[in-house]
C-alpha cells in the first residue's frame, strides 16, 4: 500500500489507474478504524479494480466546544489494517493540504444539512460537504462508499452529488453491529465499561421501533413518542434527538408506510453517539 500526503501525489496514482483501465473507488474515513470501516473498504475491492482509502480528520465539520482534539488517533494500526485488507493508496493530508491559507470556498446544502445532526451541531454539514466535496474532486472515483450508521451524513451527499451533478455513485453499506448490538464507532473506545452497556439503549430501542412496526405501528408520531420516553428515562443517557423522517429528505413523515428513517443522537457520559434503522416500505406493506 503506497501512503500519499500531497493531492498532487494521489491524483497522479488515480489517473494512472484510470489510463490502465481500472475503476476506481473511494473509502473516506477520519481513522480510528473498526470494522465498520473495513466494511467499506471491502465493498469498494468487490466492485473496484483501485481502491483508495483516505485518514483525515477533519476540523471543519466539528464545533468550537467539540471533540476535535480529543478524537480518537491511531494512525499506524490504521495502516496496519488497510494494507491487510488490499487498499491501494492510503490519502493522509495535513490539515494544510486540505485547507491551504487562503481558501475561502464551502460547499453547503443548507435544507438538508440542516436537520438532525445539521440541527444540534449547526456547520457540521458545511464541514462534511466540503471536505467529501474535495476528495470527490482530488480521486475522481467511479464509486464512494458510505455506512448507513451515518444516515443524515448519507442524506447531505446524495444530496450534493445530484445537485452538483458528480458524475459518481454513492454505495451506502449497512451499520456494521457489535454482537450486542451497539453499532460500531470510533468514539466507542471513549466510553467506560459502564457507558458502553448504558449506551445499548439507542440500539436496543430502535430495535423495538422495528418490532411495532412490523406488527401494524404505522404512526409516526407514536413511534417517535415511545422512542423519545425509553430514551429520555434511560440512566446515564441523555437525548439529543430523536426523529423519524424521509431518507432523502429528513424532513419528519406522519407515518412509515413509505419507508422512514428512525435517527437517534444521544451523550452517553461524554460521547455524543448516533444511531438509526431504516424502515423500509416493502417491510410494512
Known amino acids: 500500500m503506497e501512503i500519499f500526503r500531497t493531492i498532487d501525489a494521489v491524483r497522479r496514482a488515480c489517473k494512472a489507474a484510470r ?3 481500472q475503476t476506481v473507488g473511494l473509502t473516506p474515513t477520519m481513522g480510528a478504524l473498526h470494522e465498520g470501516h473495513l466494511a467499506l473498504v471491502r465493498a469498494a475491492r468487490e ?6 482509502a483516505t485518514i483525515f480528520v477533519n476540523p471543519t465539520q466539528f464545533g468550537p466546544n467539540e471533540d476535535f482534539a480529543a478524537y480518537p488517533r491511531t494512525f499506524e494500526a490504521d495502516c496496519e489494517m488497510l494494507a491487510r485488507e488490499g487498499v491501494g493508496v492510503l490519502f493522509a493530508p495535513a490539515r494544510e493540504e486540505m485547507y491551504p491559507a487562503g481558501a475561502e470556498t464551502w460547499v453547503d446544502v443548507p435544507g438538508v444539512g440542516g436537520r438532525l445532526d445539521g440541527a444540534s451541531r449547526p456547520g457540521h454539514f458545511r464541514g462534511v460537504a ?11 472515483p467511479d464509486k464512494a462508499f458510505f455506512g448507513q450508521k451515518d444516515g443524515a451524513q448519507v442524506a447531505v451527499i446524495q444530496a450534493m452529488v445530484r445537485d452538483l451533478n458528480f458524475d459518481v455513485e454513492i454505495v451506502v453499506c449497512p451499520t456494521v ?3 450486542d448490538g451497539l453499532a460500531m464507532s470510533s468514539r466507542n473506545r ?24 412490523a406488527v401494524g405501528q404505522w404512526d409516526a408520531g407514536a413511534l417517535r413518542r415511545g422512542l423519545c420516553e425509553a430514551l429520555q428515562d434511560a440512566e446515564g443517557v441523555r437525548l439529543d434527538y430523536a426523529e ?17 428513517l428512525v435517527a437517534v443522537a ?8 448516533i444511531d438509526n434503522v431504516v424502515i423500509e416500505a416493502e417491510a410494512v406493506r
Open 130 to 140: 466540503t471536505v467529501v466535496t474535495k476528495l470527490l474532486h482530488i480521486v475522481g
Open 266 to 273: 444521544a451523550w452517553v457520559g461524554g460521547t455524543r453517539l
Open 244 to 260: 423519524i423522517v424521509d431518507p432523502l429528505s429528513l424532513k419528519a413523515v406522519e407515518d412509515v408506510r413509505d419507508g422512514a
Open 47 to 52: 466492485s473496484c479494480d483501485f481502491v483508495v
Open 190 to 213: 471513549n466510553l467506560s465499561a459502564d457507558e458502553r452497556e448504558r449506551a445499548l439503549v439507542l440500539s436496543q430501542m430502535l430495535g423495538r421501533v422495528e418490532r411495532v412496526v
Open 19 to 21: 489510463r490502465a483501465g
Open 177 to 179: 453491529r457489535e454482537l
